[in-house]
Each structure stands twice: as structure tokens, then as C-alpha cells.
């Protein structure tokens, strides 16, 4: 059996991980880890990667410990909610999957998203090692050239230019370079593949997902955004790897 710091060091490039005696993560092994899908439509390409992960965590169970919520509303807001737990009728104190499992990581992903399940490990591997609250992937736009992490998603911005503007791949990719790790900080991300520590909703007030609405002009932050946003309060950062470049796949809906 090999731990999860030893399968990223062997699958990747073993010098963005080497190990440092001040930093000792195998204490820390097997993290709990919930993976939370949205939707009710699963692309093509998502079942082939969730099916590959799967089976990658047969052949290494001792690298995480997982657990798996799924859930679907027409209202996103209520679907996110729902999925970790929580009810409108359940009162205002709510701790998300308390009544299930202890997690430590919640790890959200799109059902049309396409991933390989080294992908997976090095994000939770990175949580981990640098001791992370939030951590995303690149996650492409269908144009091809952006992701979606947003460099500033202040209302200010959306009103000068009426859109946010994202970060392009080569843009996070050039800036990681710099760092260890190959982390980028940015102002917000989807939660298309991103991992978030379970303590950062616990110290949250429930509803957890609710719209934040814009003050000078009509509409609301979506669900990921308006989250990370209230998250970001509490002063944590949103990071990006900017060695994990994850894609979409197409929905195609029968008529």
C-alpha cells in the first residue's frame, strides 16, 4: 500500500513535492474527504472520469478516506444546501454532514466536468501539505482560454465593465511558476473542482449558499461566488493550482 504523498510524488513531478522534515504530513493521512455533485445530468465524459476515479481508489484505498453526496434542485442554492446536510426546517444552527460523517475536506466538482484522478490527488495532497482552506483548479471556459477564476469580483467591477474578468490559463500558469506549489490567489472561483476545508462552513451562519444581492444593480452573485465571498470575510484566501488544468464536457439535451 503507498500514502497519498507517495502516489503524487511517483504519478507527478517529484520535485514540486519533496518533503521537508519541519513538515511532516503522514499524521495527517487518511484525510476524510466528501465529494459533493450538483446536477442531474451526467456527461459522458464526467462518468468516464468519476469511473476511472473509482477505480483508482480500489486499487489505492488507503490513500483517502471518501464519502460521496449528491443532489439536485431546480433552485442551485437550495441543491447546495440540501447536499451538505442542511434543511430549512431544521432551525438556524446547522453544521453540514453532522448527522452523516466527520469530513474534514468537502470537494465539489460539476457533473460535466473532465478530470483524471491524479488531478484529484494533487489538490487534496496540496490541502494538505501547505495546509490550505480553498483550493480550485484551472477550470477551463469552453472558450478554451479562460478559467474561471475571477481576478476581482467586487460589484465595482461588474459596473465599469459589466462583466467580471477571468483569468486566462497561460495568465495563472505564468504566475504559479513563482510560487511553491504553483499557487495562484485569486478573488473567486466556481465550484466546478474546487476542495474546501468542512470548518470554513461551520463557521459560516446556514443558509450557507444564499444569494448575495448586488447593491447598485439588479441581480445577485451566484451561488459559488456569493459563498467564497462570505467565506472570504473571515480572511480566507481562494487559491488556484495552477498545475491542474481541468475541462468540460458537452451537455446535449434530446429533443
Known amino acids: 500500500m503507498i500514502n497519498i504523498g507517495t502516489c503524487v510524488n511517483y504519478l507527478c513531478s517529484p520535485t514540486i513535492f519533496d518533503e521537508k522534515k519541519?513538515?511532516?504530513?503522514?499524521?495527517?493521512?487518511?484525510?476524510?474527504?466528501t465529494f459533493c455533485i450538483t446536477g442531474n445530468i451526467y456527461t459522458t465524459g464526467f462518468f468516464n472520469s468519476w469511473t476511472k476515479f473509482l477505480f483508482f481508489l480500489k486499487e489505492n484505498p488507503t490513500l483517502i478516506n471518501p464519502h460521496f453526496v449528491s443532489h439536485y434542485s431546480d433552485n442551485i442554492f437550495e441543491s447546495r444546501n440540501?447536499?451538505?446536510?442542511?434543511?430549512?426546517?431544521?432551525?438556524?444552527?446547522?453544521l453540514p454532514l453532522i448527522e452523516d460523517f466527520d469530513s474534514k475536506y468537502l470537494f465539489f466538482m460539476d457533473s460535466n466536468m473532465v478530470f483524471e484522478p491524479i488531478q484529484i490527488m494533487r489538490i487534496i495532497y496540496k490541502m494538505v501539505k501547505f495546509d490550505l482552506n480553498i483550493l480550485s483548479a484551472i477550470c477551463m471556459q469552453n472558450d478554451g482560454v479562460h478559467s474561471s477564476a475571477v481576478k476581482n469580483d467586487a460589484e465595482e467591477v461588474l459596473v465599469e465593465n459589466e462583466k467580471f474578468e477571468y483569468f486566462t490559463k497561460d495568465e495563472l500558469i505564468a504566475e504559479g511558476s513563482k510560487f511553491e506549489g504553483d499557487l495562484v490567489e485569486v478573488?473567486?472561483?466556481?465550484?466546478?473542482?474546487?476542495?474546501?476545508?468542512?470548518?470554513?462552513f461551520e463557521n459560516i451562519e446556514y443558509p450557507w449558499f444564499e444569494p448575495e444581492s448586488f447593491i447598485n444593480l439588479k441581480g445577485?452573485?451566484?451561488?459559488?461566488?456569493?459563498?467564497?465571498?462570505?467565506?472570504?470575510?473571515?480572511?480566507?484566501?481562494?487559491?488556484?493550482?495552477?498545475?491542474?488544468?481541468?475541462?468540460?464536457?458537452?451537455?446535449?439535451?434530446?429533443?
Open 22 to 33: 519541519d513538515h511532516d504530513v503522514s499524521y495527517y493521512y487518511p484525510p476524510s474527504v
Open 82 to 94: 440540501e447536499m451538505l446536510g442542511g434543511g430549512i426546517n431544521k432551525g438556524e444552527c446547522q
Open 187 to 200: 478573488s473567486n472561483v466556481g465550484l466546478n473542482f474546487v476542495c474546501v476545508k468542512n470548518e470554513l
Open 220 to 255: 445577485f452573485y451566484s451561488d459559488s461566488h456569493s459563498v467564497f465571498r462570505k467565506i472570504k470575510k473571515l480572511d480566507h484566501k481562494v487559491l488556484c493550482d495552477s498545475s491542474v488544468i481541468v475541462g468540460r464536457d458537452h451537455i446535449i439535451t434530446a429533443t
